[in-house]
């Protein structure tokens, strides 16, 4: 069954695989195959041969003895089109319906890929990991008794395929780490890490649900949605708002909202989009709006056969159903490379329009709009059907959202505490004085 998912990046986590239903291999690799001949926006497939790649990976996926063996065939396959959003989500061992609803409780900290390291950079407030004395900046070493690099060491064949496929397989890798770190709420993960002396340090964390308001799109994972509003004071003492939220779904609309209401007389507002990897595009014209007063494009999704224009719909009444006008104080978004897809088209129309300033690190590049589909051996094929340029004609796939100005997340940055993108953008809000836009 094919559901439209409009851009999301595949980030999404599934259950490691399980022994191989054999006959499904070759119908699994060719409704894939046939599904990208039929659908993709691009009929030259970004330069790529097709039926000569069916040719070559036909016979490795016939071969395949598992699922985890017939995955990599397909994704070492579809990392030939150099492009986002082509990704094989997992299904569950024990069910074709339900792909992550055993497995989605977490030890309350999150990672990064830096460089070569696997790094902390979040720890949920009294929450199980922090409980256990996990520190932002430890280096994560082992997750189930498996060494990180161990567990990394399969993405390689796909790293060296094509100029992108580095960034394709750091997203894997980070995907594959938290489906560990992931589990059933009444378990724990055993996890090792470096501190920042460099001494080893074993736990064994307790998973706990996600917070957040459980979504469900489709045949995809549950998603949990969750919106952070908070004020900040800048350097200069003045007060900021932080608004924030990890995934673009209907349920943000109305918390945003009241997040604005709250804001409007604050000396500017930062929007935190960093590892939020996209959603549901149509949302992102009435999250413009609230800060942009005219109805003008933020940019372009041009599918294979039509195109389909983005405008701004600006947001003149409050979550009270009071009238107000646009906030027209200083706004920053942060991204990092874990913001996709629809978060890349928002922060890069928003900045095509130049009614904001962008800080942290260049962006994931995945911002094609995408659809799923359920294949024959249960996984999900999450595939690229279009693409997406700003309304000054930047194209986002592969370039990401640059900011204007680069904040490196580094583990010295990380061990102090500091979040240095987010002091950036304070720091910038200052400066601004009393300009309205």
């Known amino acids: 069954m094919r559901r439209g998912l409009i851009v999301v990046a595949a980030l999404w986590l599934g259950v490691a695989g399980v022994r191989a239903d054999v006959p499904k291999a070759l119908e699994t690799f060719d409704a894939a195959w046939t599904i990208v001949?039929?659908?993709?926006?691009?009929k030259t497939f970004n330069g790529v041969d097709w039926d000569a790649v069916k040719a070559e990976f036909r016979p490795?996926?016939?071969?395949?003895?598992?699922?985890?063996?017939?995955?990599?065939?397909?994704?070492?396959?579809?990392a030939r089109l150099g492009q986002s959003?082509?990704?094989?989500?997992?299904?569950?061992?024990?069910?074709?319906?339900?792909?992550?609803?055993?497995?989605?409780?977490?030890?309350?900290?999150?990672?990064?890929?830096?460089?070569?390291?696997?790094?902390?950079?979040?720890?949920e407030a009294d929450g199980p990991a922090a409980q256990a004395g996990v520190r932002m900046g430890w280096k994560l070493t082992s997750v189930g008794g498996k060494p990180i690099a161990e567990m990394l060491a399969p993405l390689q064949e796909v790293a060296a395929v094509?100029?992108?496929?580095?960034?394709?397989?750091?997203?894997?890798?980070?995907?594959?780490?938290?489906?560990?770190?992931?589990?059933?709420?009444?378990?724990?993960?055993?996890?090792?890490?470096?501190?920042g002396s460099g001494a080893t340090v074993n736990a064994s964390i307790p998973r706990t649900a996600e917070p957040g308001q459980p979504v469900t799109v489709g045949n995809l994972p549950t998603m949990y949605v969750q919106v952070t509003n908070e004020a900040r004071k800048t350097p200069a003492g003045q007060t900021a708002g932080f608004v924030g939220f990890n995934v673009w779904m209907t349920a943000v609309d109305r918390p945003f909202q009241q997040a604005?209401?709250?804001?409007?007389?604050?000396?500017?507002?930062?929007?935190?989009?960093?590892?939020?990897?996209?959603?549901?595009?149509?949302?992102?014209?009435?999250?413009?709006?609230?800060?942009?007063?005219?109805?003008?494009?933020?940019?372009?999704?041009?599918?294979?056969?039509?195109?389909?224009?983005?405008v701004v719909n600006p947001r003149r009444v409050s979550a009270a159903g009071e009238r107000v006008e646009t906030y027209a104080g200083p706004v920053a978004i942060l991204?990092?490379?874990?913001?996709?897809s629809a978060s890349e088209c928002f922060t890069g129309g928003m900045q095509?329009?130049?009614?904001?300033?962008?800080?942290g690190q260049r962006s994931m590049g995945a911002a094609l709009p995408s659809q799923f589909d359920r294949l024959p051996n249960g996984d999900v094929f999450i595939h690229a059907t279009g693409d997406f340029v700003t309304a000054d004609g930047t194209?986002?796939?592969?370039?990401?959202?640059?900011?204007?100005?680069?904040?490196?997340?580094?583990?010295?940055?990380?061990?102090?505490?500091?979040?240095?993108?987010?002091?950036?953008?304070?720091?910038?809000?200052?400066?601004?004085?009393?300009?309205?836009?």
């Open 335 to 340: 991204v990092d490379g874990l913001s996709g």
């Open 85 to 123: 959003h082509f990704s094989i989500l997992p299904a569950t061992a024990d069910s074709a319906t339900k792909t992550a609803a055993t497995g989605a409780a977490t030890p309350g900290f999150d990672v990064r890929l830096v460089g070569r390291d696997v790094l902390v950079t979040s720890v």
């Open 37 to 42: 001949r039929d659908t993709h926006f691009d």
């Open 352 to 359: 095509s329009l130049k009614r904001v300033r962008v800080f």
């Open 260 to 310: 604005i209401d709250q804001h409007r007389s604050a000396a500017g507002i930062v929007v935190d989009l960093r590892g939020n990897p996209g959603g549901l595009a149509a949302m992102m014209m009435g999250i413009a709006g609230h800060f942009v007063p005219d109805a003008v494009p933020l940019g372009v999704m041009k599918t294979r056969d039509n195109e389909l224009k983005f």
């Open 60 to 78: 490795k996926a016939a071969a395949a003895t598992t699922t985890a063996e017939l995955r990599t065939v397909l994704r070492i396959m579809l």
């Open 162 to 195: 094509g100029t992108d496929a580095g960034r394709v397989a750091a997203l894997e890798a980070w995907r594959m780490i938290r489906a560990r770190l992931n589990g059933r709420s009444d378990s724990t993960v055993e996890v090792t890490f470096e501190d």
């Open 395 to 437: 194209r986002l796939e592969g370039r990401g959202v640059l900011p204007d100005q680069e904040v490196p997340l580094t583990r010295k940055s990380l061990l102090a505490g500091q979040d240095a993108a987010l002091q950036a953008a304070l720091a910038w809000i200052d400066s601004q004085g009393t300009k309205r836009w």
